[in-house]
């Protein structure tokens, strides 16, 4: 019997790590993320020369403020090379909000199952409310950062940023699953661990593993 008892705590522990959100909206419609999801980008070229490669205002009925996104990239970056931008520049009535910079590119929108020619994924998750997702160029055959910014009601706030590959993605309501290693990179002992899914709940995301 005591046994029993001891295993009910880890039991539960296992159940609330299992899945997460990834961010809360709090009384106030404010974001708030959890560090846990989002790791710091590596940059290293901050003096490096950079020109802008795209800009548009982002289509985003009910967010209330007008939205643009602006991309750039070391200049003269041919367009051999791989990546397309390593700075993101989110502005908000024409005020910068956030920016995101790493010496790594992040590459068009492509997953396991579709490749594109867009440099994001822009989903609405309520009346006022976007994820804004991008994806990193796979540079030696290992996954690069997966981005996701929540814009709502006026702001932005990066709310996702890990090494992940997107597997397969589907919207209404979305659901994002990854793999945090390339599966024949690996020992097959460890393959269960690498799978995560990233899904919607209303107007928030959140995270467990698992394939499903």
């Known amino acids: 019997m005591k046994k029993i008892f001891l295993l009910l705590p880890l039991l539960m522990w296992q159940t609330v790590v299992a899945q997460q959100a990834i961010y809360t909206i709090d009384v106030n419609g404010d ?3 959890n560090s846990q999801f989002i790791d710091p980008f590596f940059c290293e070229d901050q003096n490096t020369p950079y020109e802008q490669m795209y800009s548009e205002t982002l289509p985003l009925p009910g967010f209330g403020k ?3 996104l602006r991309l750039y990239n070391y200049r003269g970056w041919a367009d051999t090379e791989p990546g397309y931008f390593r700075i993101i520049d989110v502005e908000i009535d024409g005020v910068r909000a956030l920016r995101m910079a790493r010496s790594d590119a992040w590459d068009k929108f492509n997953t396991e199952s ?3 020619d867009d440099y994001y994924k822009l989903v609405r998750l309520d009346d006022s409310t976007y994820a804004l997702i991008f994806v990193s160029f796979v540079y030696a055959s290992e996954p690069g950062p997966l981005t996701i910014v929540v814009l709502r009601d006026g702001k932005a706030a990066l709310v996702y940023n890990k090494d992940r590959y997107i597997t397969s993605l589907t919207e209404n309501p979305l659901k994002i699953h990854t793999i ?7 020992p097959e002992s460890t393959h269960a ?5 990233i899904y919607q709940d209303g107007n928030l995301l959140k995270w467990r593993m698992g394939k499903n």
Do not use: R
């Open 114 to 116: 579709n490749s594109t």
């Open 31 to 33: 974001i708030l993320t």
């Open 66 to 68: 007008s939205c643009t």
């Open 180 to 186: 945090s290693q390339f599966p024949e990179a690996v």
């Open 193 to 197: 661990s690498l799978y995560e899914v």
